[in-house]
């Protein structure tokens, strides 16, 4: 039994401190290579232990076959990490491959400012019945520009088109204005009521994850877009 415990420090031979990877790949191989060298380590001693162990005292197979059973969890577990570190690299490239499809075409998302230019803004409404809405539309700095109320009938991406004009007449510069609406039925009873915007897709930060496009001076995610107008 000398001649297995002279070479038993070089089982765990994987504990000597190495440099640091640079990168979560290369770690993941570097512990790929360490459990691969330790393992066909391992089974040396137990090769060179069995064939000198003592006929009258054998060793316990026992606990060999848990070690066995042991570095095969540990190297399928590593096996799990880099397939699944794969998968996202992939969904993030689709991510970015979708979000480019997007550049230059007219979206549709959740939102309550929209952009007035060439005096023109555009909100879609979501309403659940047919209820009176009152409008509120407030500039950047948060000065109302502009009020109304209108009869509209139940339905979801009513289009509602502001001039830039308020009420007085005053034609407003060319900006972001933000839509506020309430909305009350016919018993006066108030009702949900959603905005969305539409706008085009100027541009897609690639380096955020996920993607963020950008409508109206403004970022999105994909998961955020409704539809697709144009």
């Known amino acids: 039994m000398t001649t297995t415990s002279g070479v038993a420090p070089s089982v765990v031979s994987g504990t000597t401190k190495q440099p640091a990877a640079s990168s979560a790949s290369s770690l993941s191989s570097t512990t790929g290579a360490t459990l691969a060298g330790n393992f066909q380590t391992f089974l040396t001693l137990l090769t060179t232990q069995l064939q000198n162990q003592n006929p009258l005292d054998p060793l316990d197979t026992n606990q060999f076959t848990q070690q066995?059973?042991?570095f095969a969890s540990v190297e399928q577990q590593l096996k799990t990490n880099d397939q699944l570190t794969t998968l996202v690299s992939l969904q993030q490239t689709a991510q970015s491959t979708q979000a480019l499809t997007f550049v230059g075409k007219t979206a549709v998302v959740d939102g309550s400012t929209a952009a007035l230019?060439?005096?023109?803004?555009?909100?879609?409404?979501?309403?659940?019945?047919n209820s009176k809405v009152n409008l509120t539309i407030t500039s950047?700095?948060?000065?109302?520009?502009?009020?109304?109320?209108?009869?509209?009938?139940?339905?979801?991406?009513?289009?509602?088109?502001?001039d830039g004009k308020g009420n007085d007449g005053t034609q407003w510069p060319d900006g972001q204005y933000k839509l506020t609406a309430t909305a009350a039925d016919s018993a006066g009873n108030s009702v949900a009521v959603s905005t969305q915007i539409q706008?085009?897709?100027?541009?897609?930060?690639?380096?955020?994850?996920?993607?963020?496009?950008?409508?109206?001076?403004?970022?999105?995610?994909?998961?955020?877009?409704?539809?697709?107008?144009g």
């Open 140 to 162: 950047s700095t948060g000065q109302t520009v502009f009020t109304g109320s209108y009869q509209v009938n139940a339905g979801n991406n009513q289009p509602f088109t502001w």
């Open 199 to 229: 706008g085009v897709v100027n541009s897609v930060d690639l380096t955020q994850s996920p993607p963020l496009l950008s409508i109206n001076g403004q970022t999105y995610t994909v998961s955020q877009i409704k539809s697709i107008t």
């Open 68 to 70: 066995l059973v042991q």
């Open 117 to 129: 230019s060439k005096s023109s803004a555009t909100w879609d409404l979501n309403v659940p019945t």
